[in-house]
T-cell receptor
Framework: DVKVTQSSRYLVKRTGEKVFLECVQDMDHENMFWYRQDPGLGLRLIYFSYDVKMKEKGDIPEGYSVSREKKERFSLILESASTNQTSMYLC????????????FGPGTRLTVT | RKEVEQDPGPFNVPEGATVAFNCTYSNSASQSFFWYRQDCRKEPKLLMSVYSSGNEDGRFTAQLNRASQYISLLIRDSKLSDSATYLCVVKSDRRNNNDMRFGAGTRLTVKP
């Protein structure tokens, strides 16, 4: 059974704090993604990675950075959290050959106060 | 203008009804099309791909109209378990084969 796990389901942070969101997949997938999901806006891609140590900006990378030191792990970092980063964050992975089928983690609901 | 647009709904239908959702996309270079399903407070999951010739998977039928740049999903004989948000997804090959655009979703509630 394929699995993508995220470090927290719910997180509350204060403005200005550094926030780490971790994602781990056990499917040996090459591709990993970070999205945020907001009502009425759908999923928006923040960053993705198609290999270890490789990363590419998505549509809304400002205020975020990522790290992929191991194939199974993809971290999203909010350098200085702001209230407009309050959102649901979803991690996903896919194989290179079947990149259209993304497997999502359960999501982290981040609230920045 | 959003790249992928969907009617957010909600669509409230009785069990056994037939319901259809449409989705329009703006990028004519889009190459692949999909429907994902997202249950309440759960993650999205691939429901089905959409082929140019149209395709069926049980009670679900997906169709693509490239000329008009829209895709559709038809659900026949709706079940309570079909209640979910349906996300339209459009894929192009602009960035390392990973450029997928998700619509905001159409919410369906099937009532007894």
């Amino acid at each position: 059974d394929v699995k993508v796990t995220q470090s927290s389901r719910y997180l509350v942070k204060r403005t200005g704090e550094k926030v780490f969101l971790e994602c781990v997949q056990d499917m040996d997938h090459e591709n990993m993604f970070w999205y945020r999901q907001d009502p009425g806006l759908g999923l928006r891609l923040i960053y993705f990675s198609y290999d270890v140590k490789m990363k590419e900006k998505g549509d809304i990378p400002e205020g975020y950075s990522v790290s992929r030191e191991k194939k199974e792990r993809f971290s999203l970092i909010l350098e200085s959290a702001s209230t407009n980063q309050t959102s649901m964050y979803l991690c996903a992975s896919s194989s290179r050959d079947f990149s259209y089928e993304q497997y999502f983690g359960p999501g982290t609901r981040l609230t920045v106060t | 203008r959003k790249e992928v647009e969907q009617d957010p709904g909600p669509f409230n239908v009785p069990e056994g009804a037939t319901v259809a959702f449409n989705c329009t996309y703006s990028n004519s270079a889009s190459q692949s099309f999909f429907w994902y399903r997202q249950d309440c407070r759960k993650e999205p999951k691939l429901l089905m791909s959409v082929y140019s010739s149209g395709n069926e998977d049980g009670r679900f039928t997906a169709q693509l109209n490239r000329a008009s740049q829209y895709i559709s999903l038809l659900i026949r004989d709706s079940k309570l378990s079909d209640s979910a948000t349906y996300l339209c997804v459009v894929k192009s090959d602009r960035r390392n084969n990973n450029d997928m655009r998700f619509g905001a979703g159409t919410r369906l509630t099937v009532k007894p």
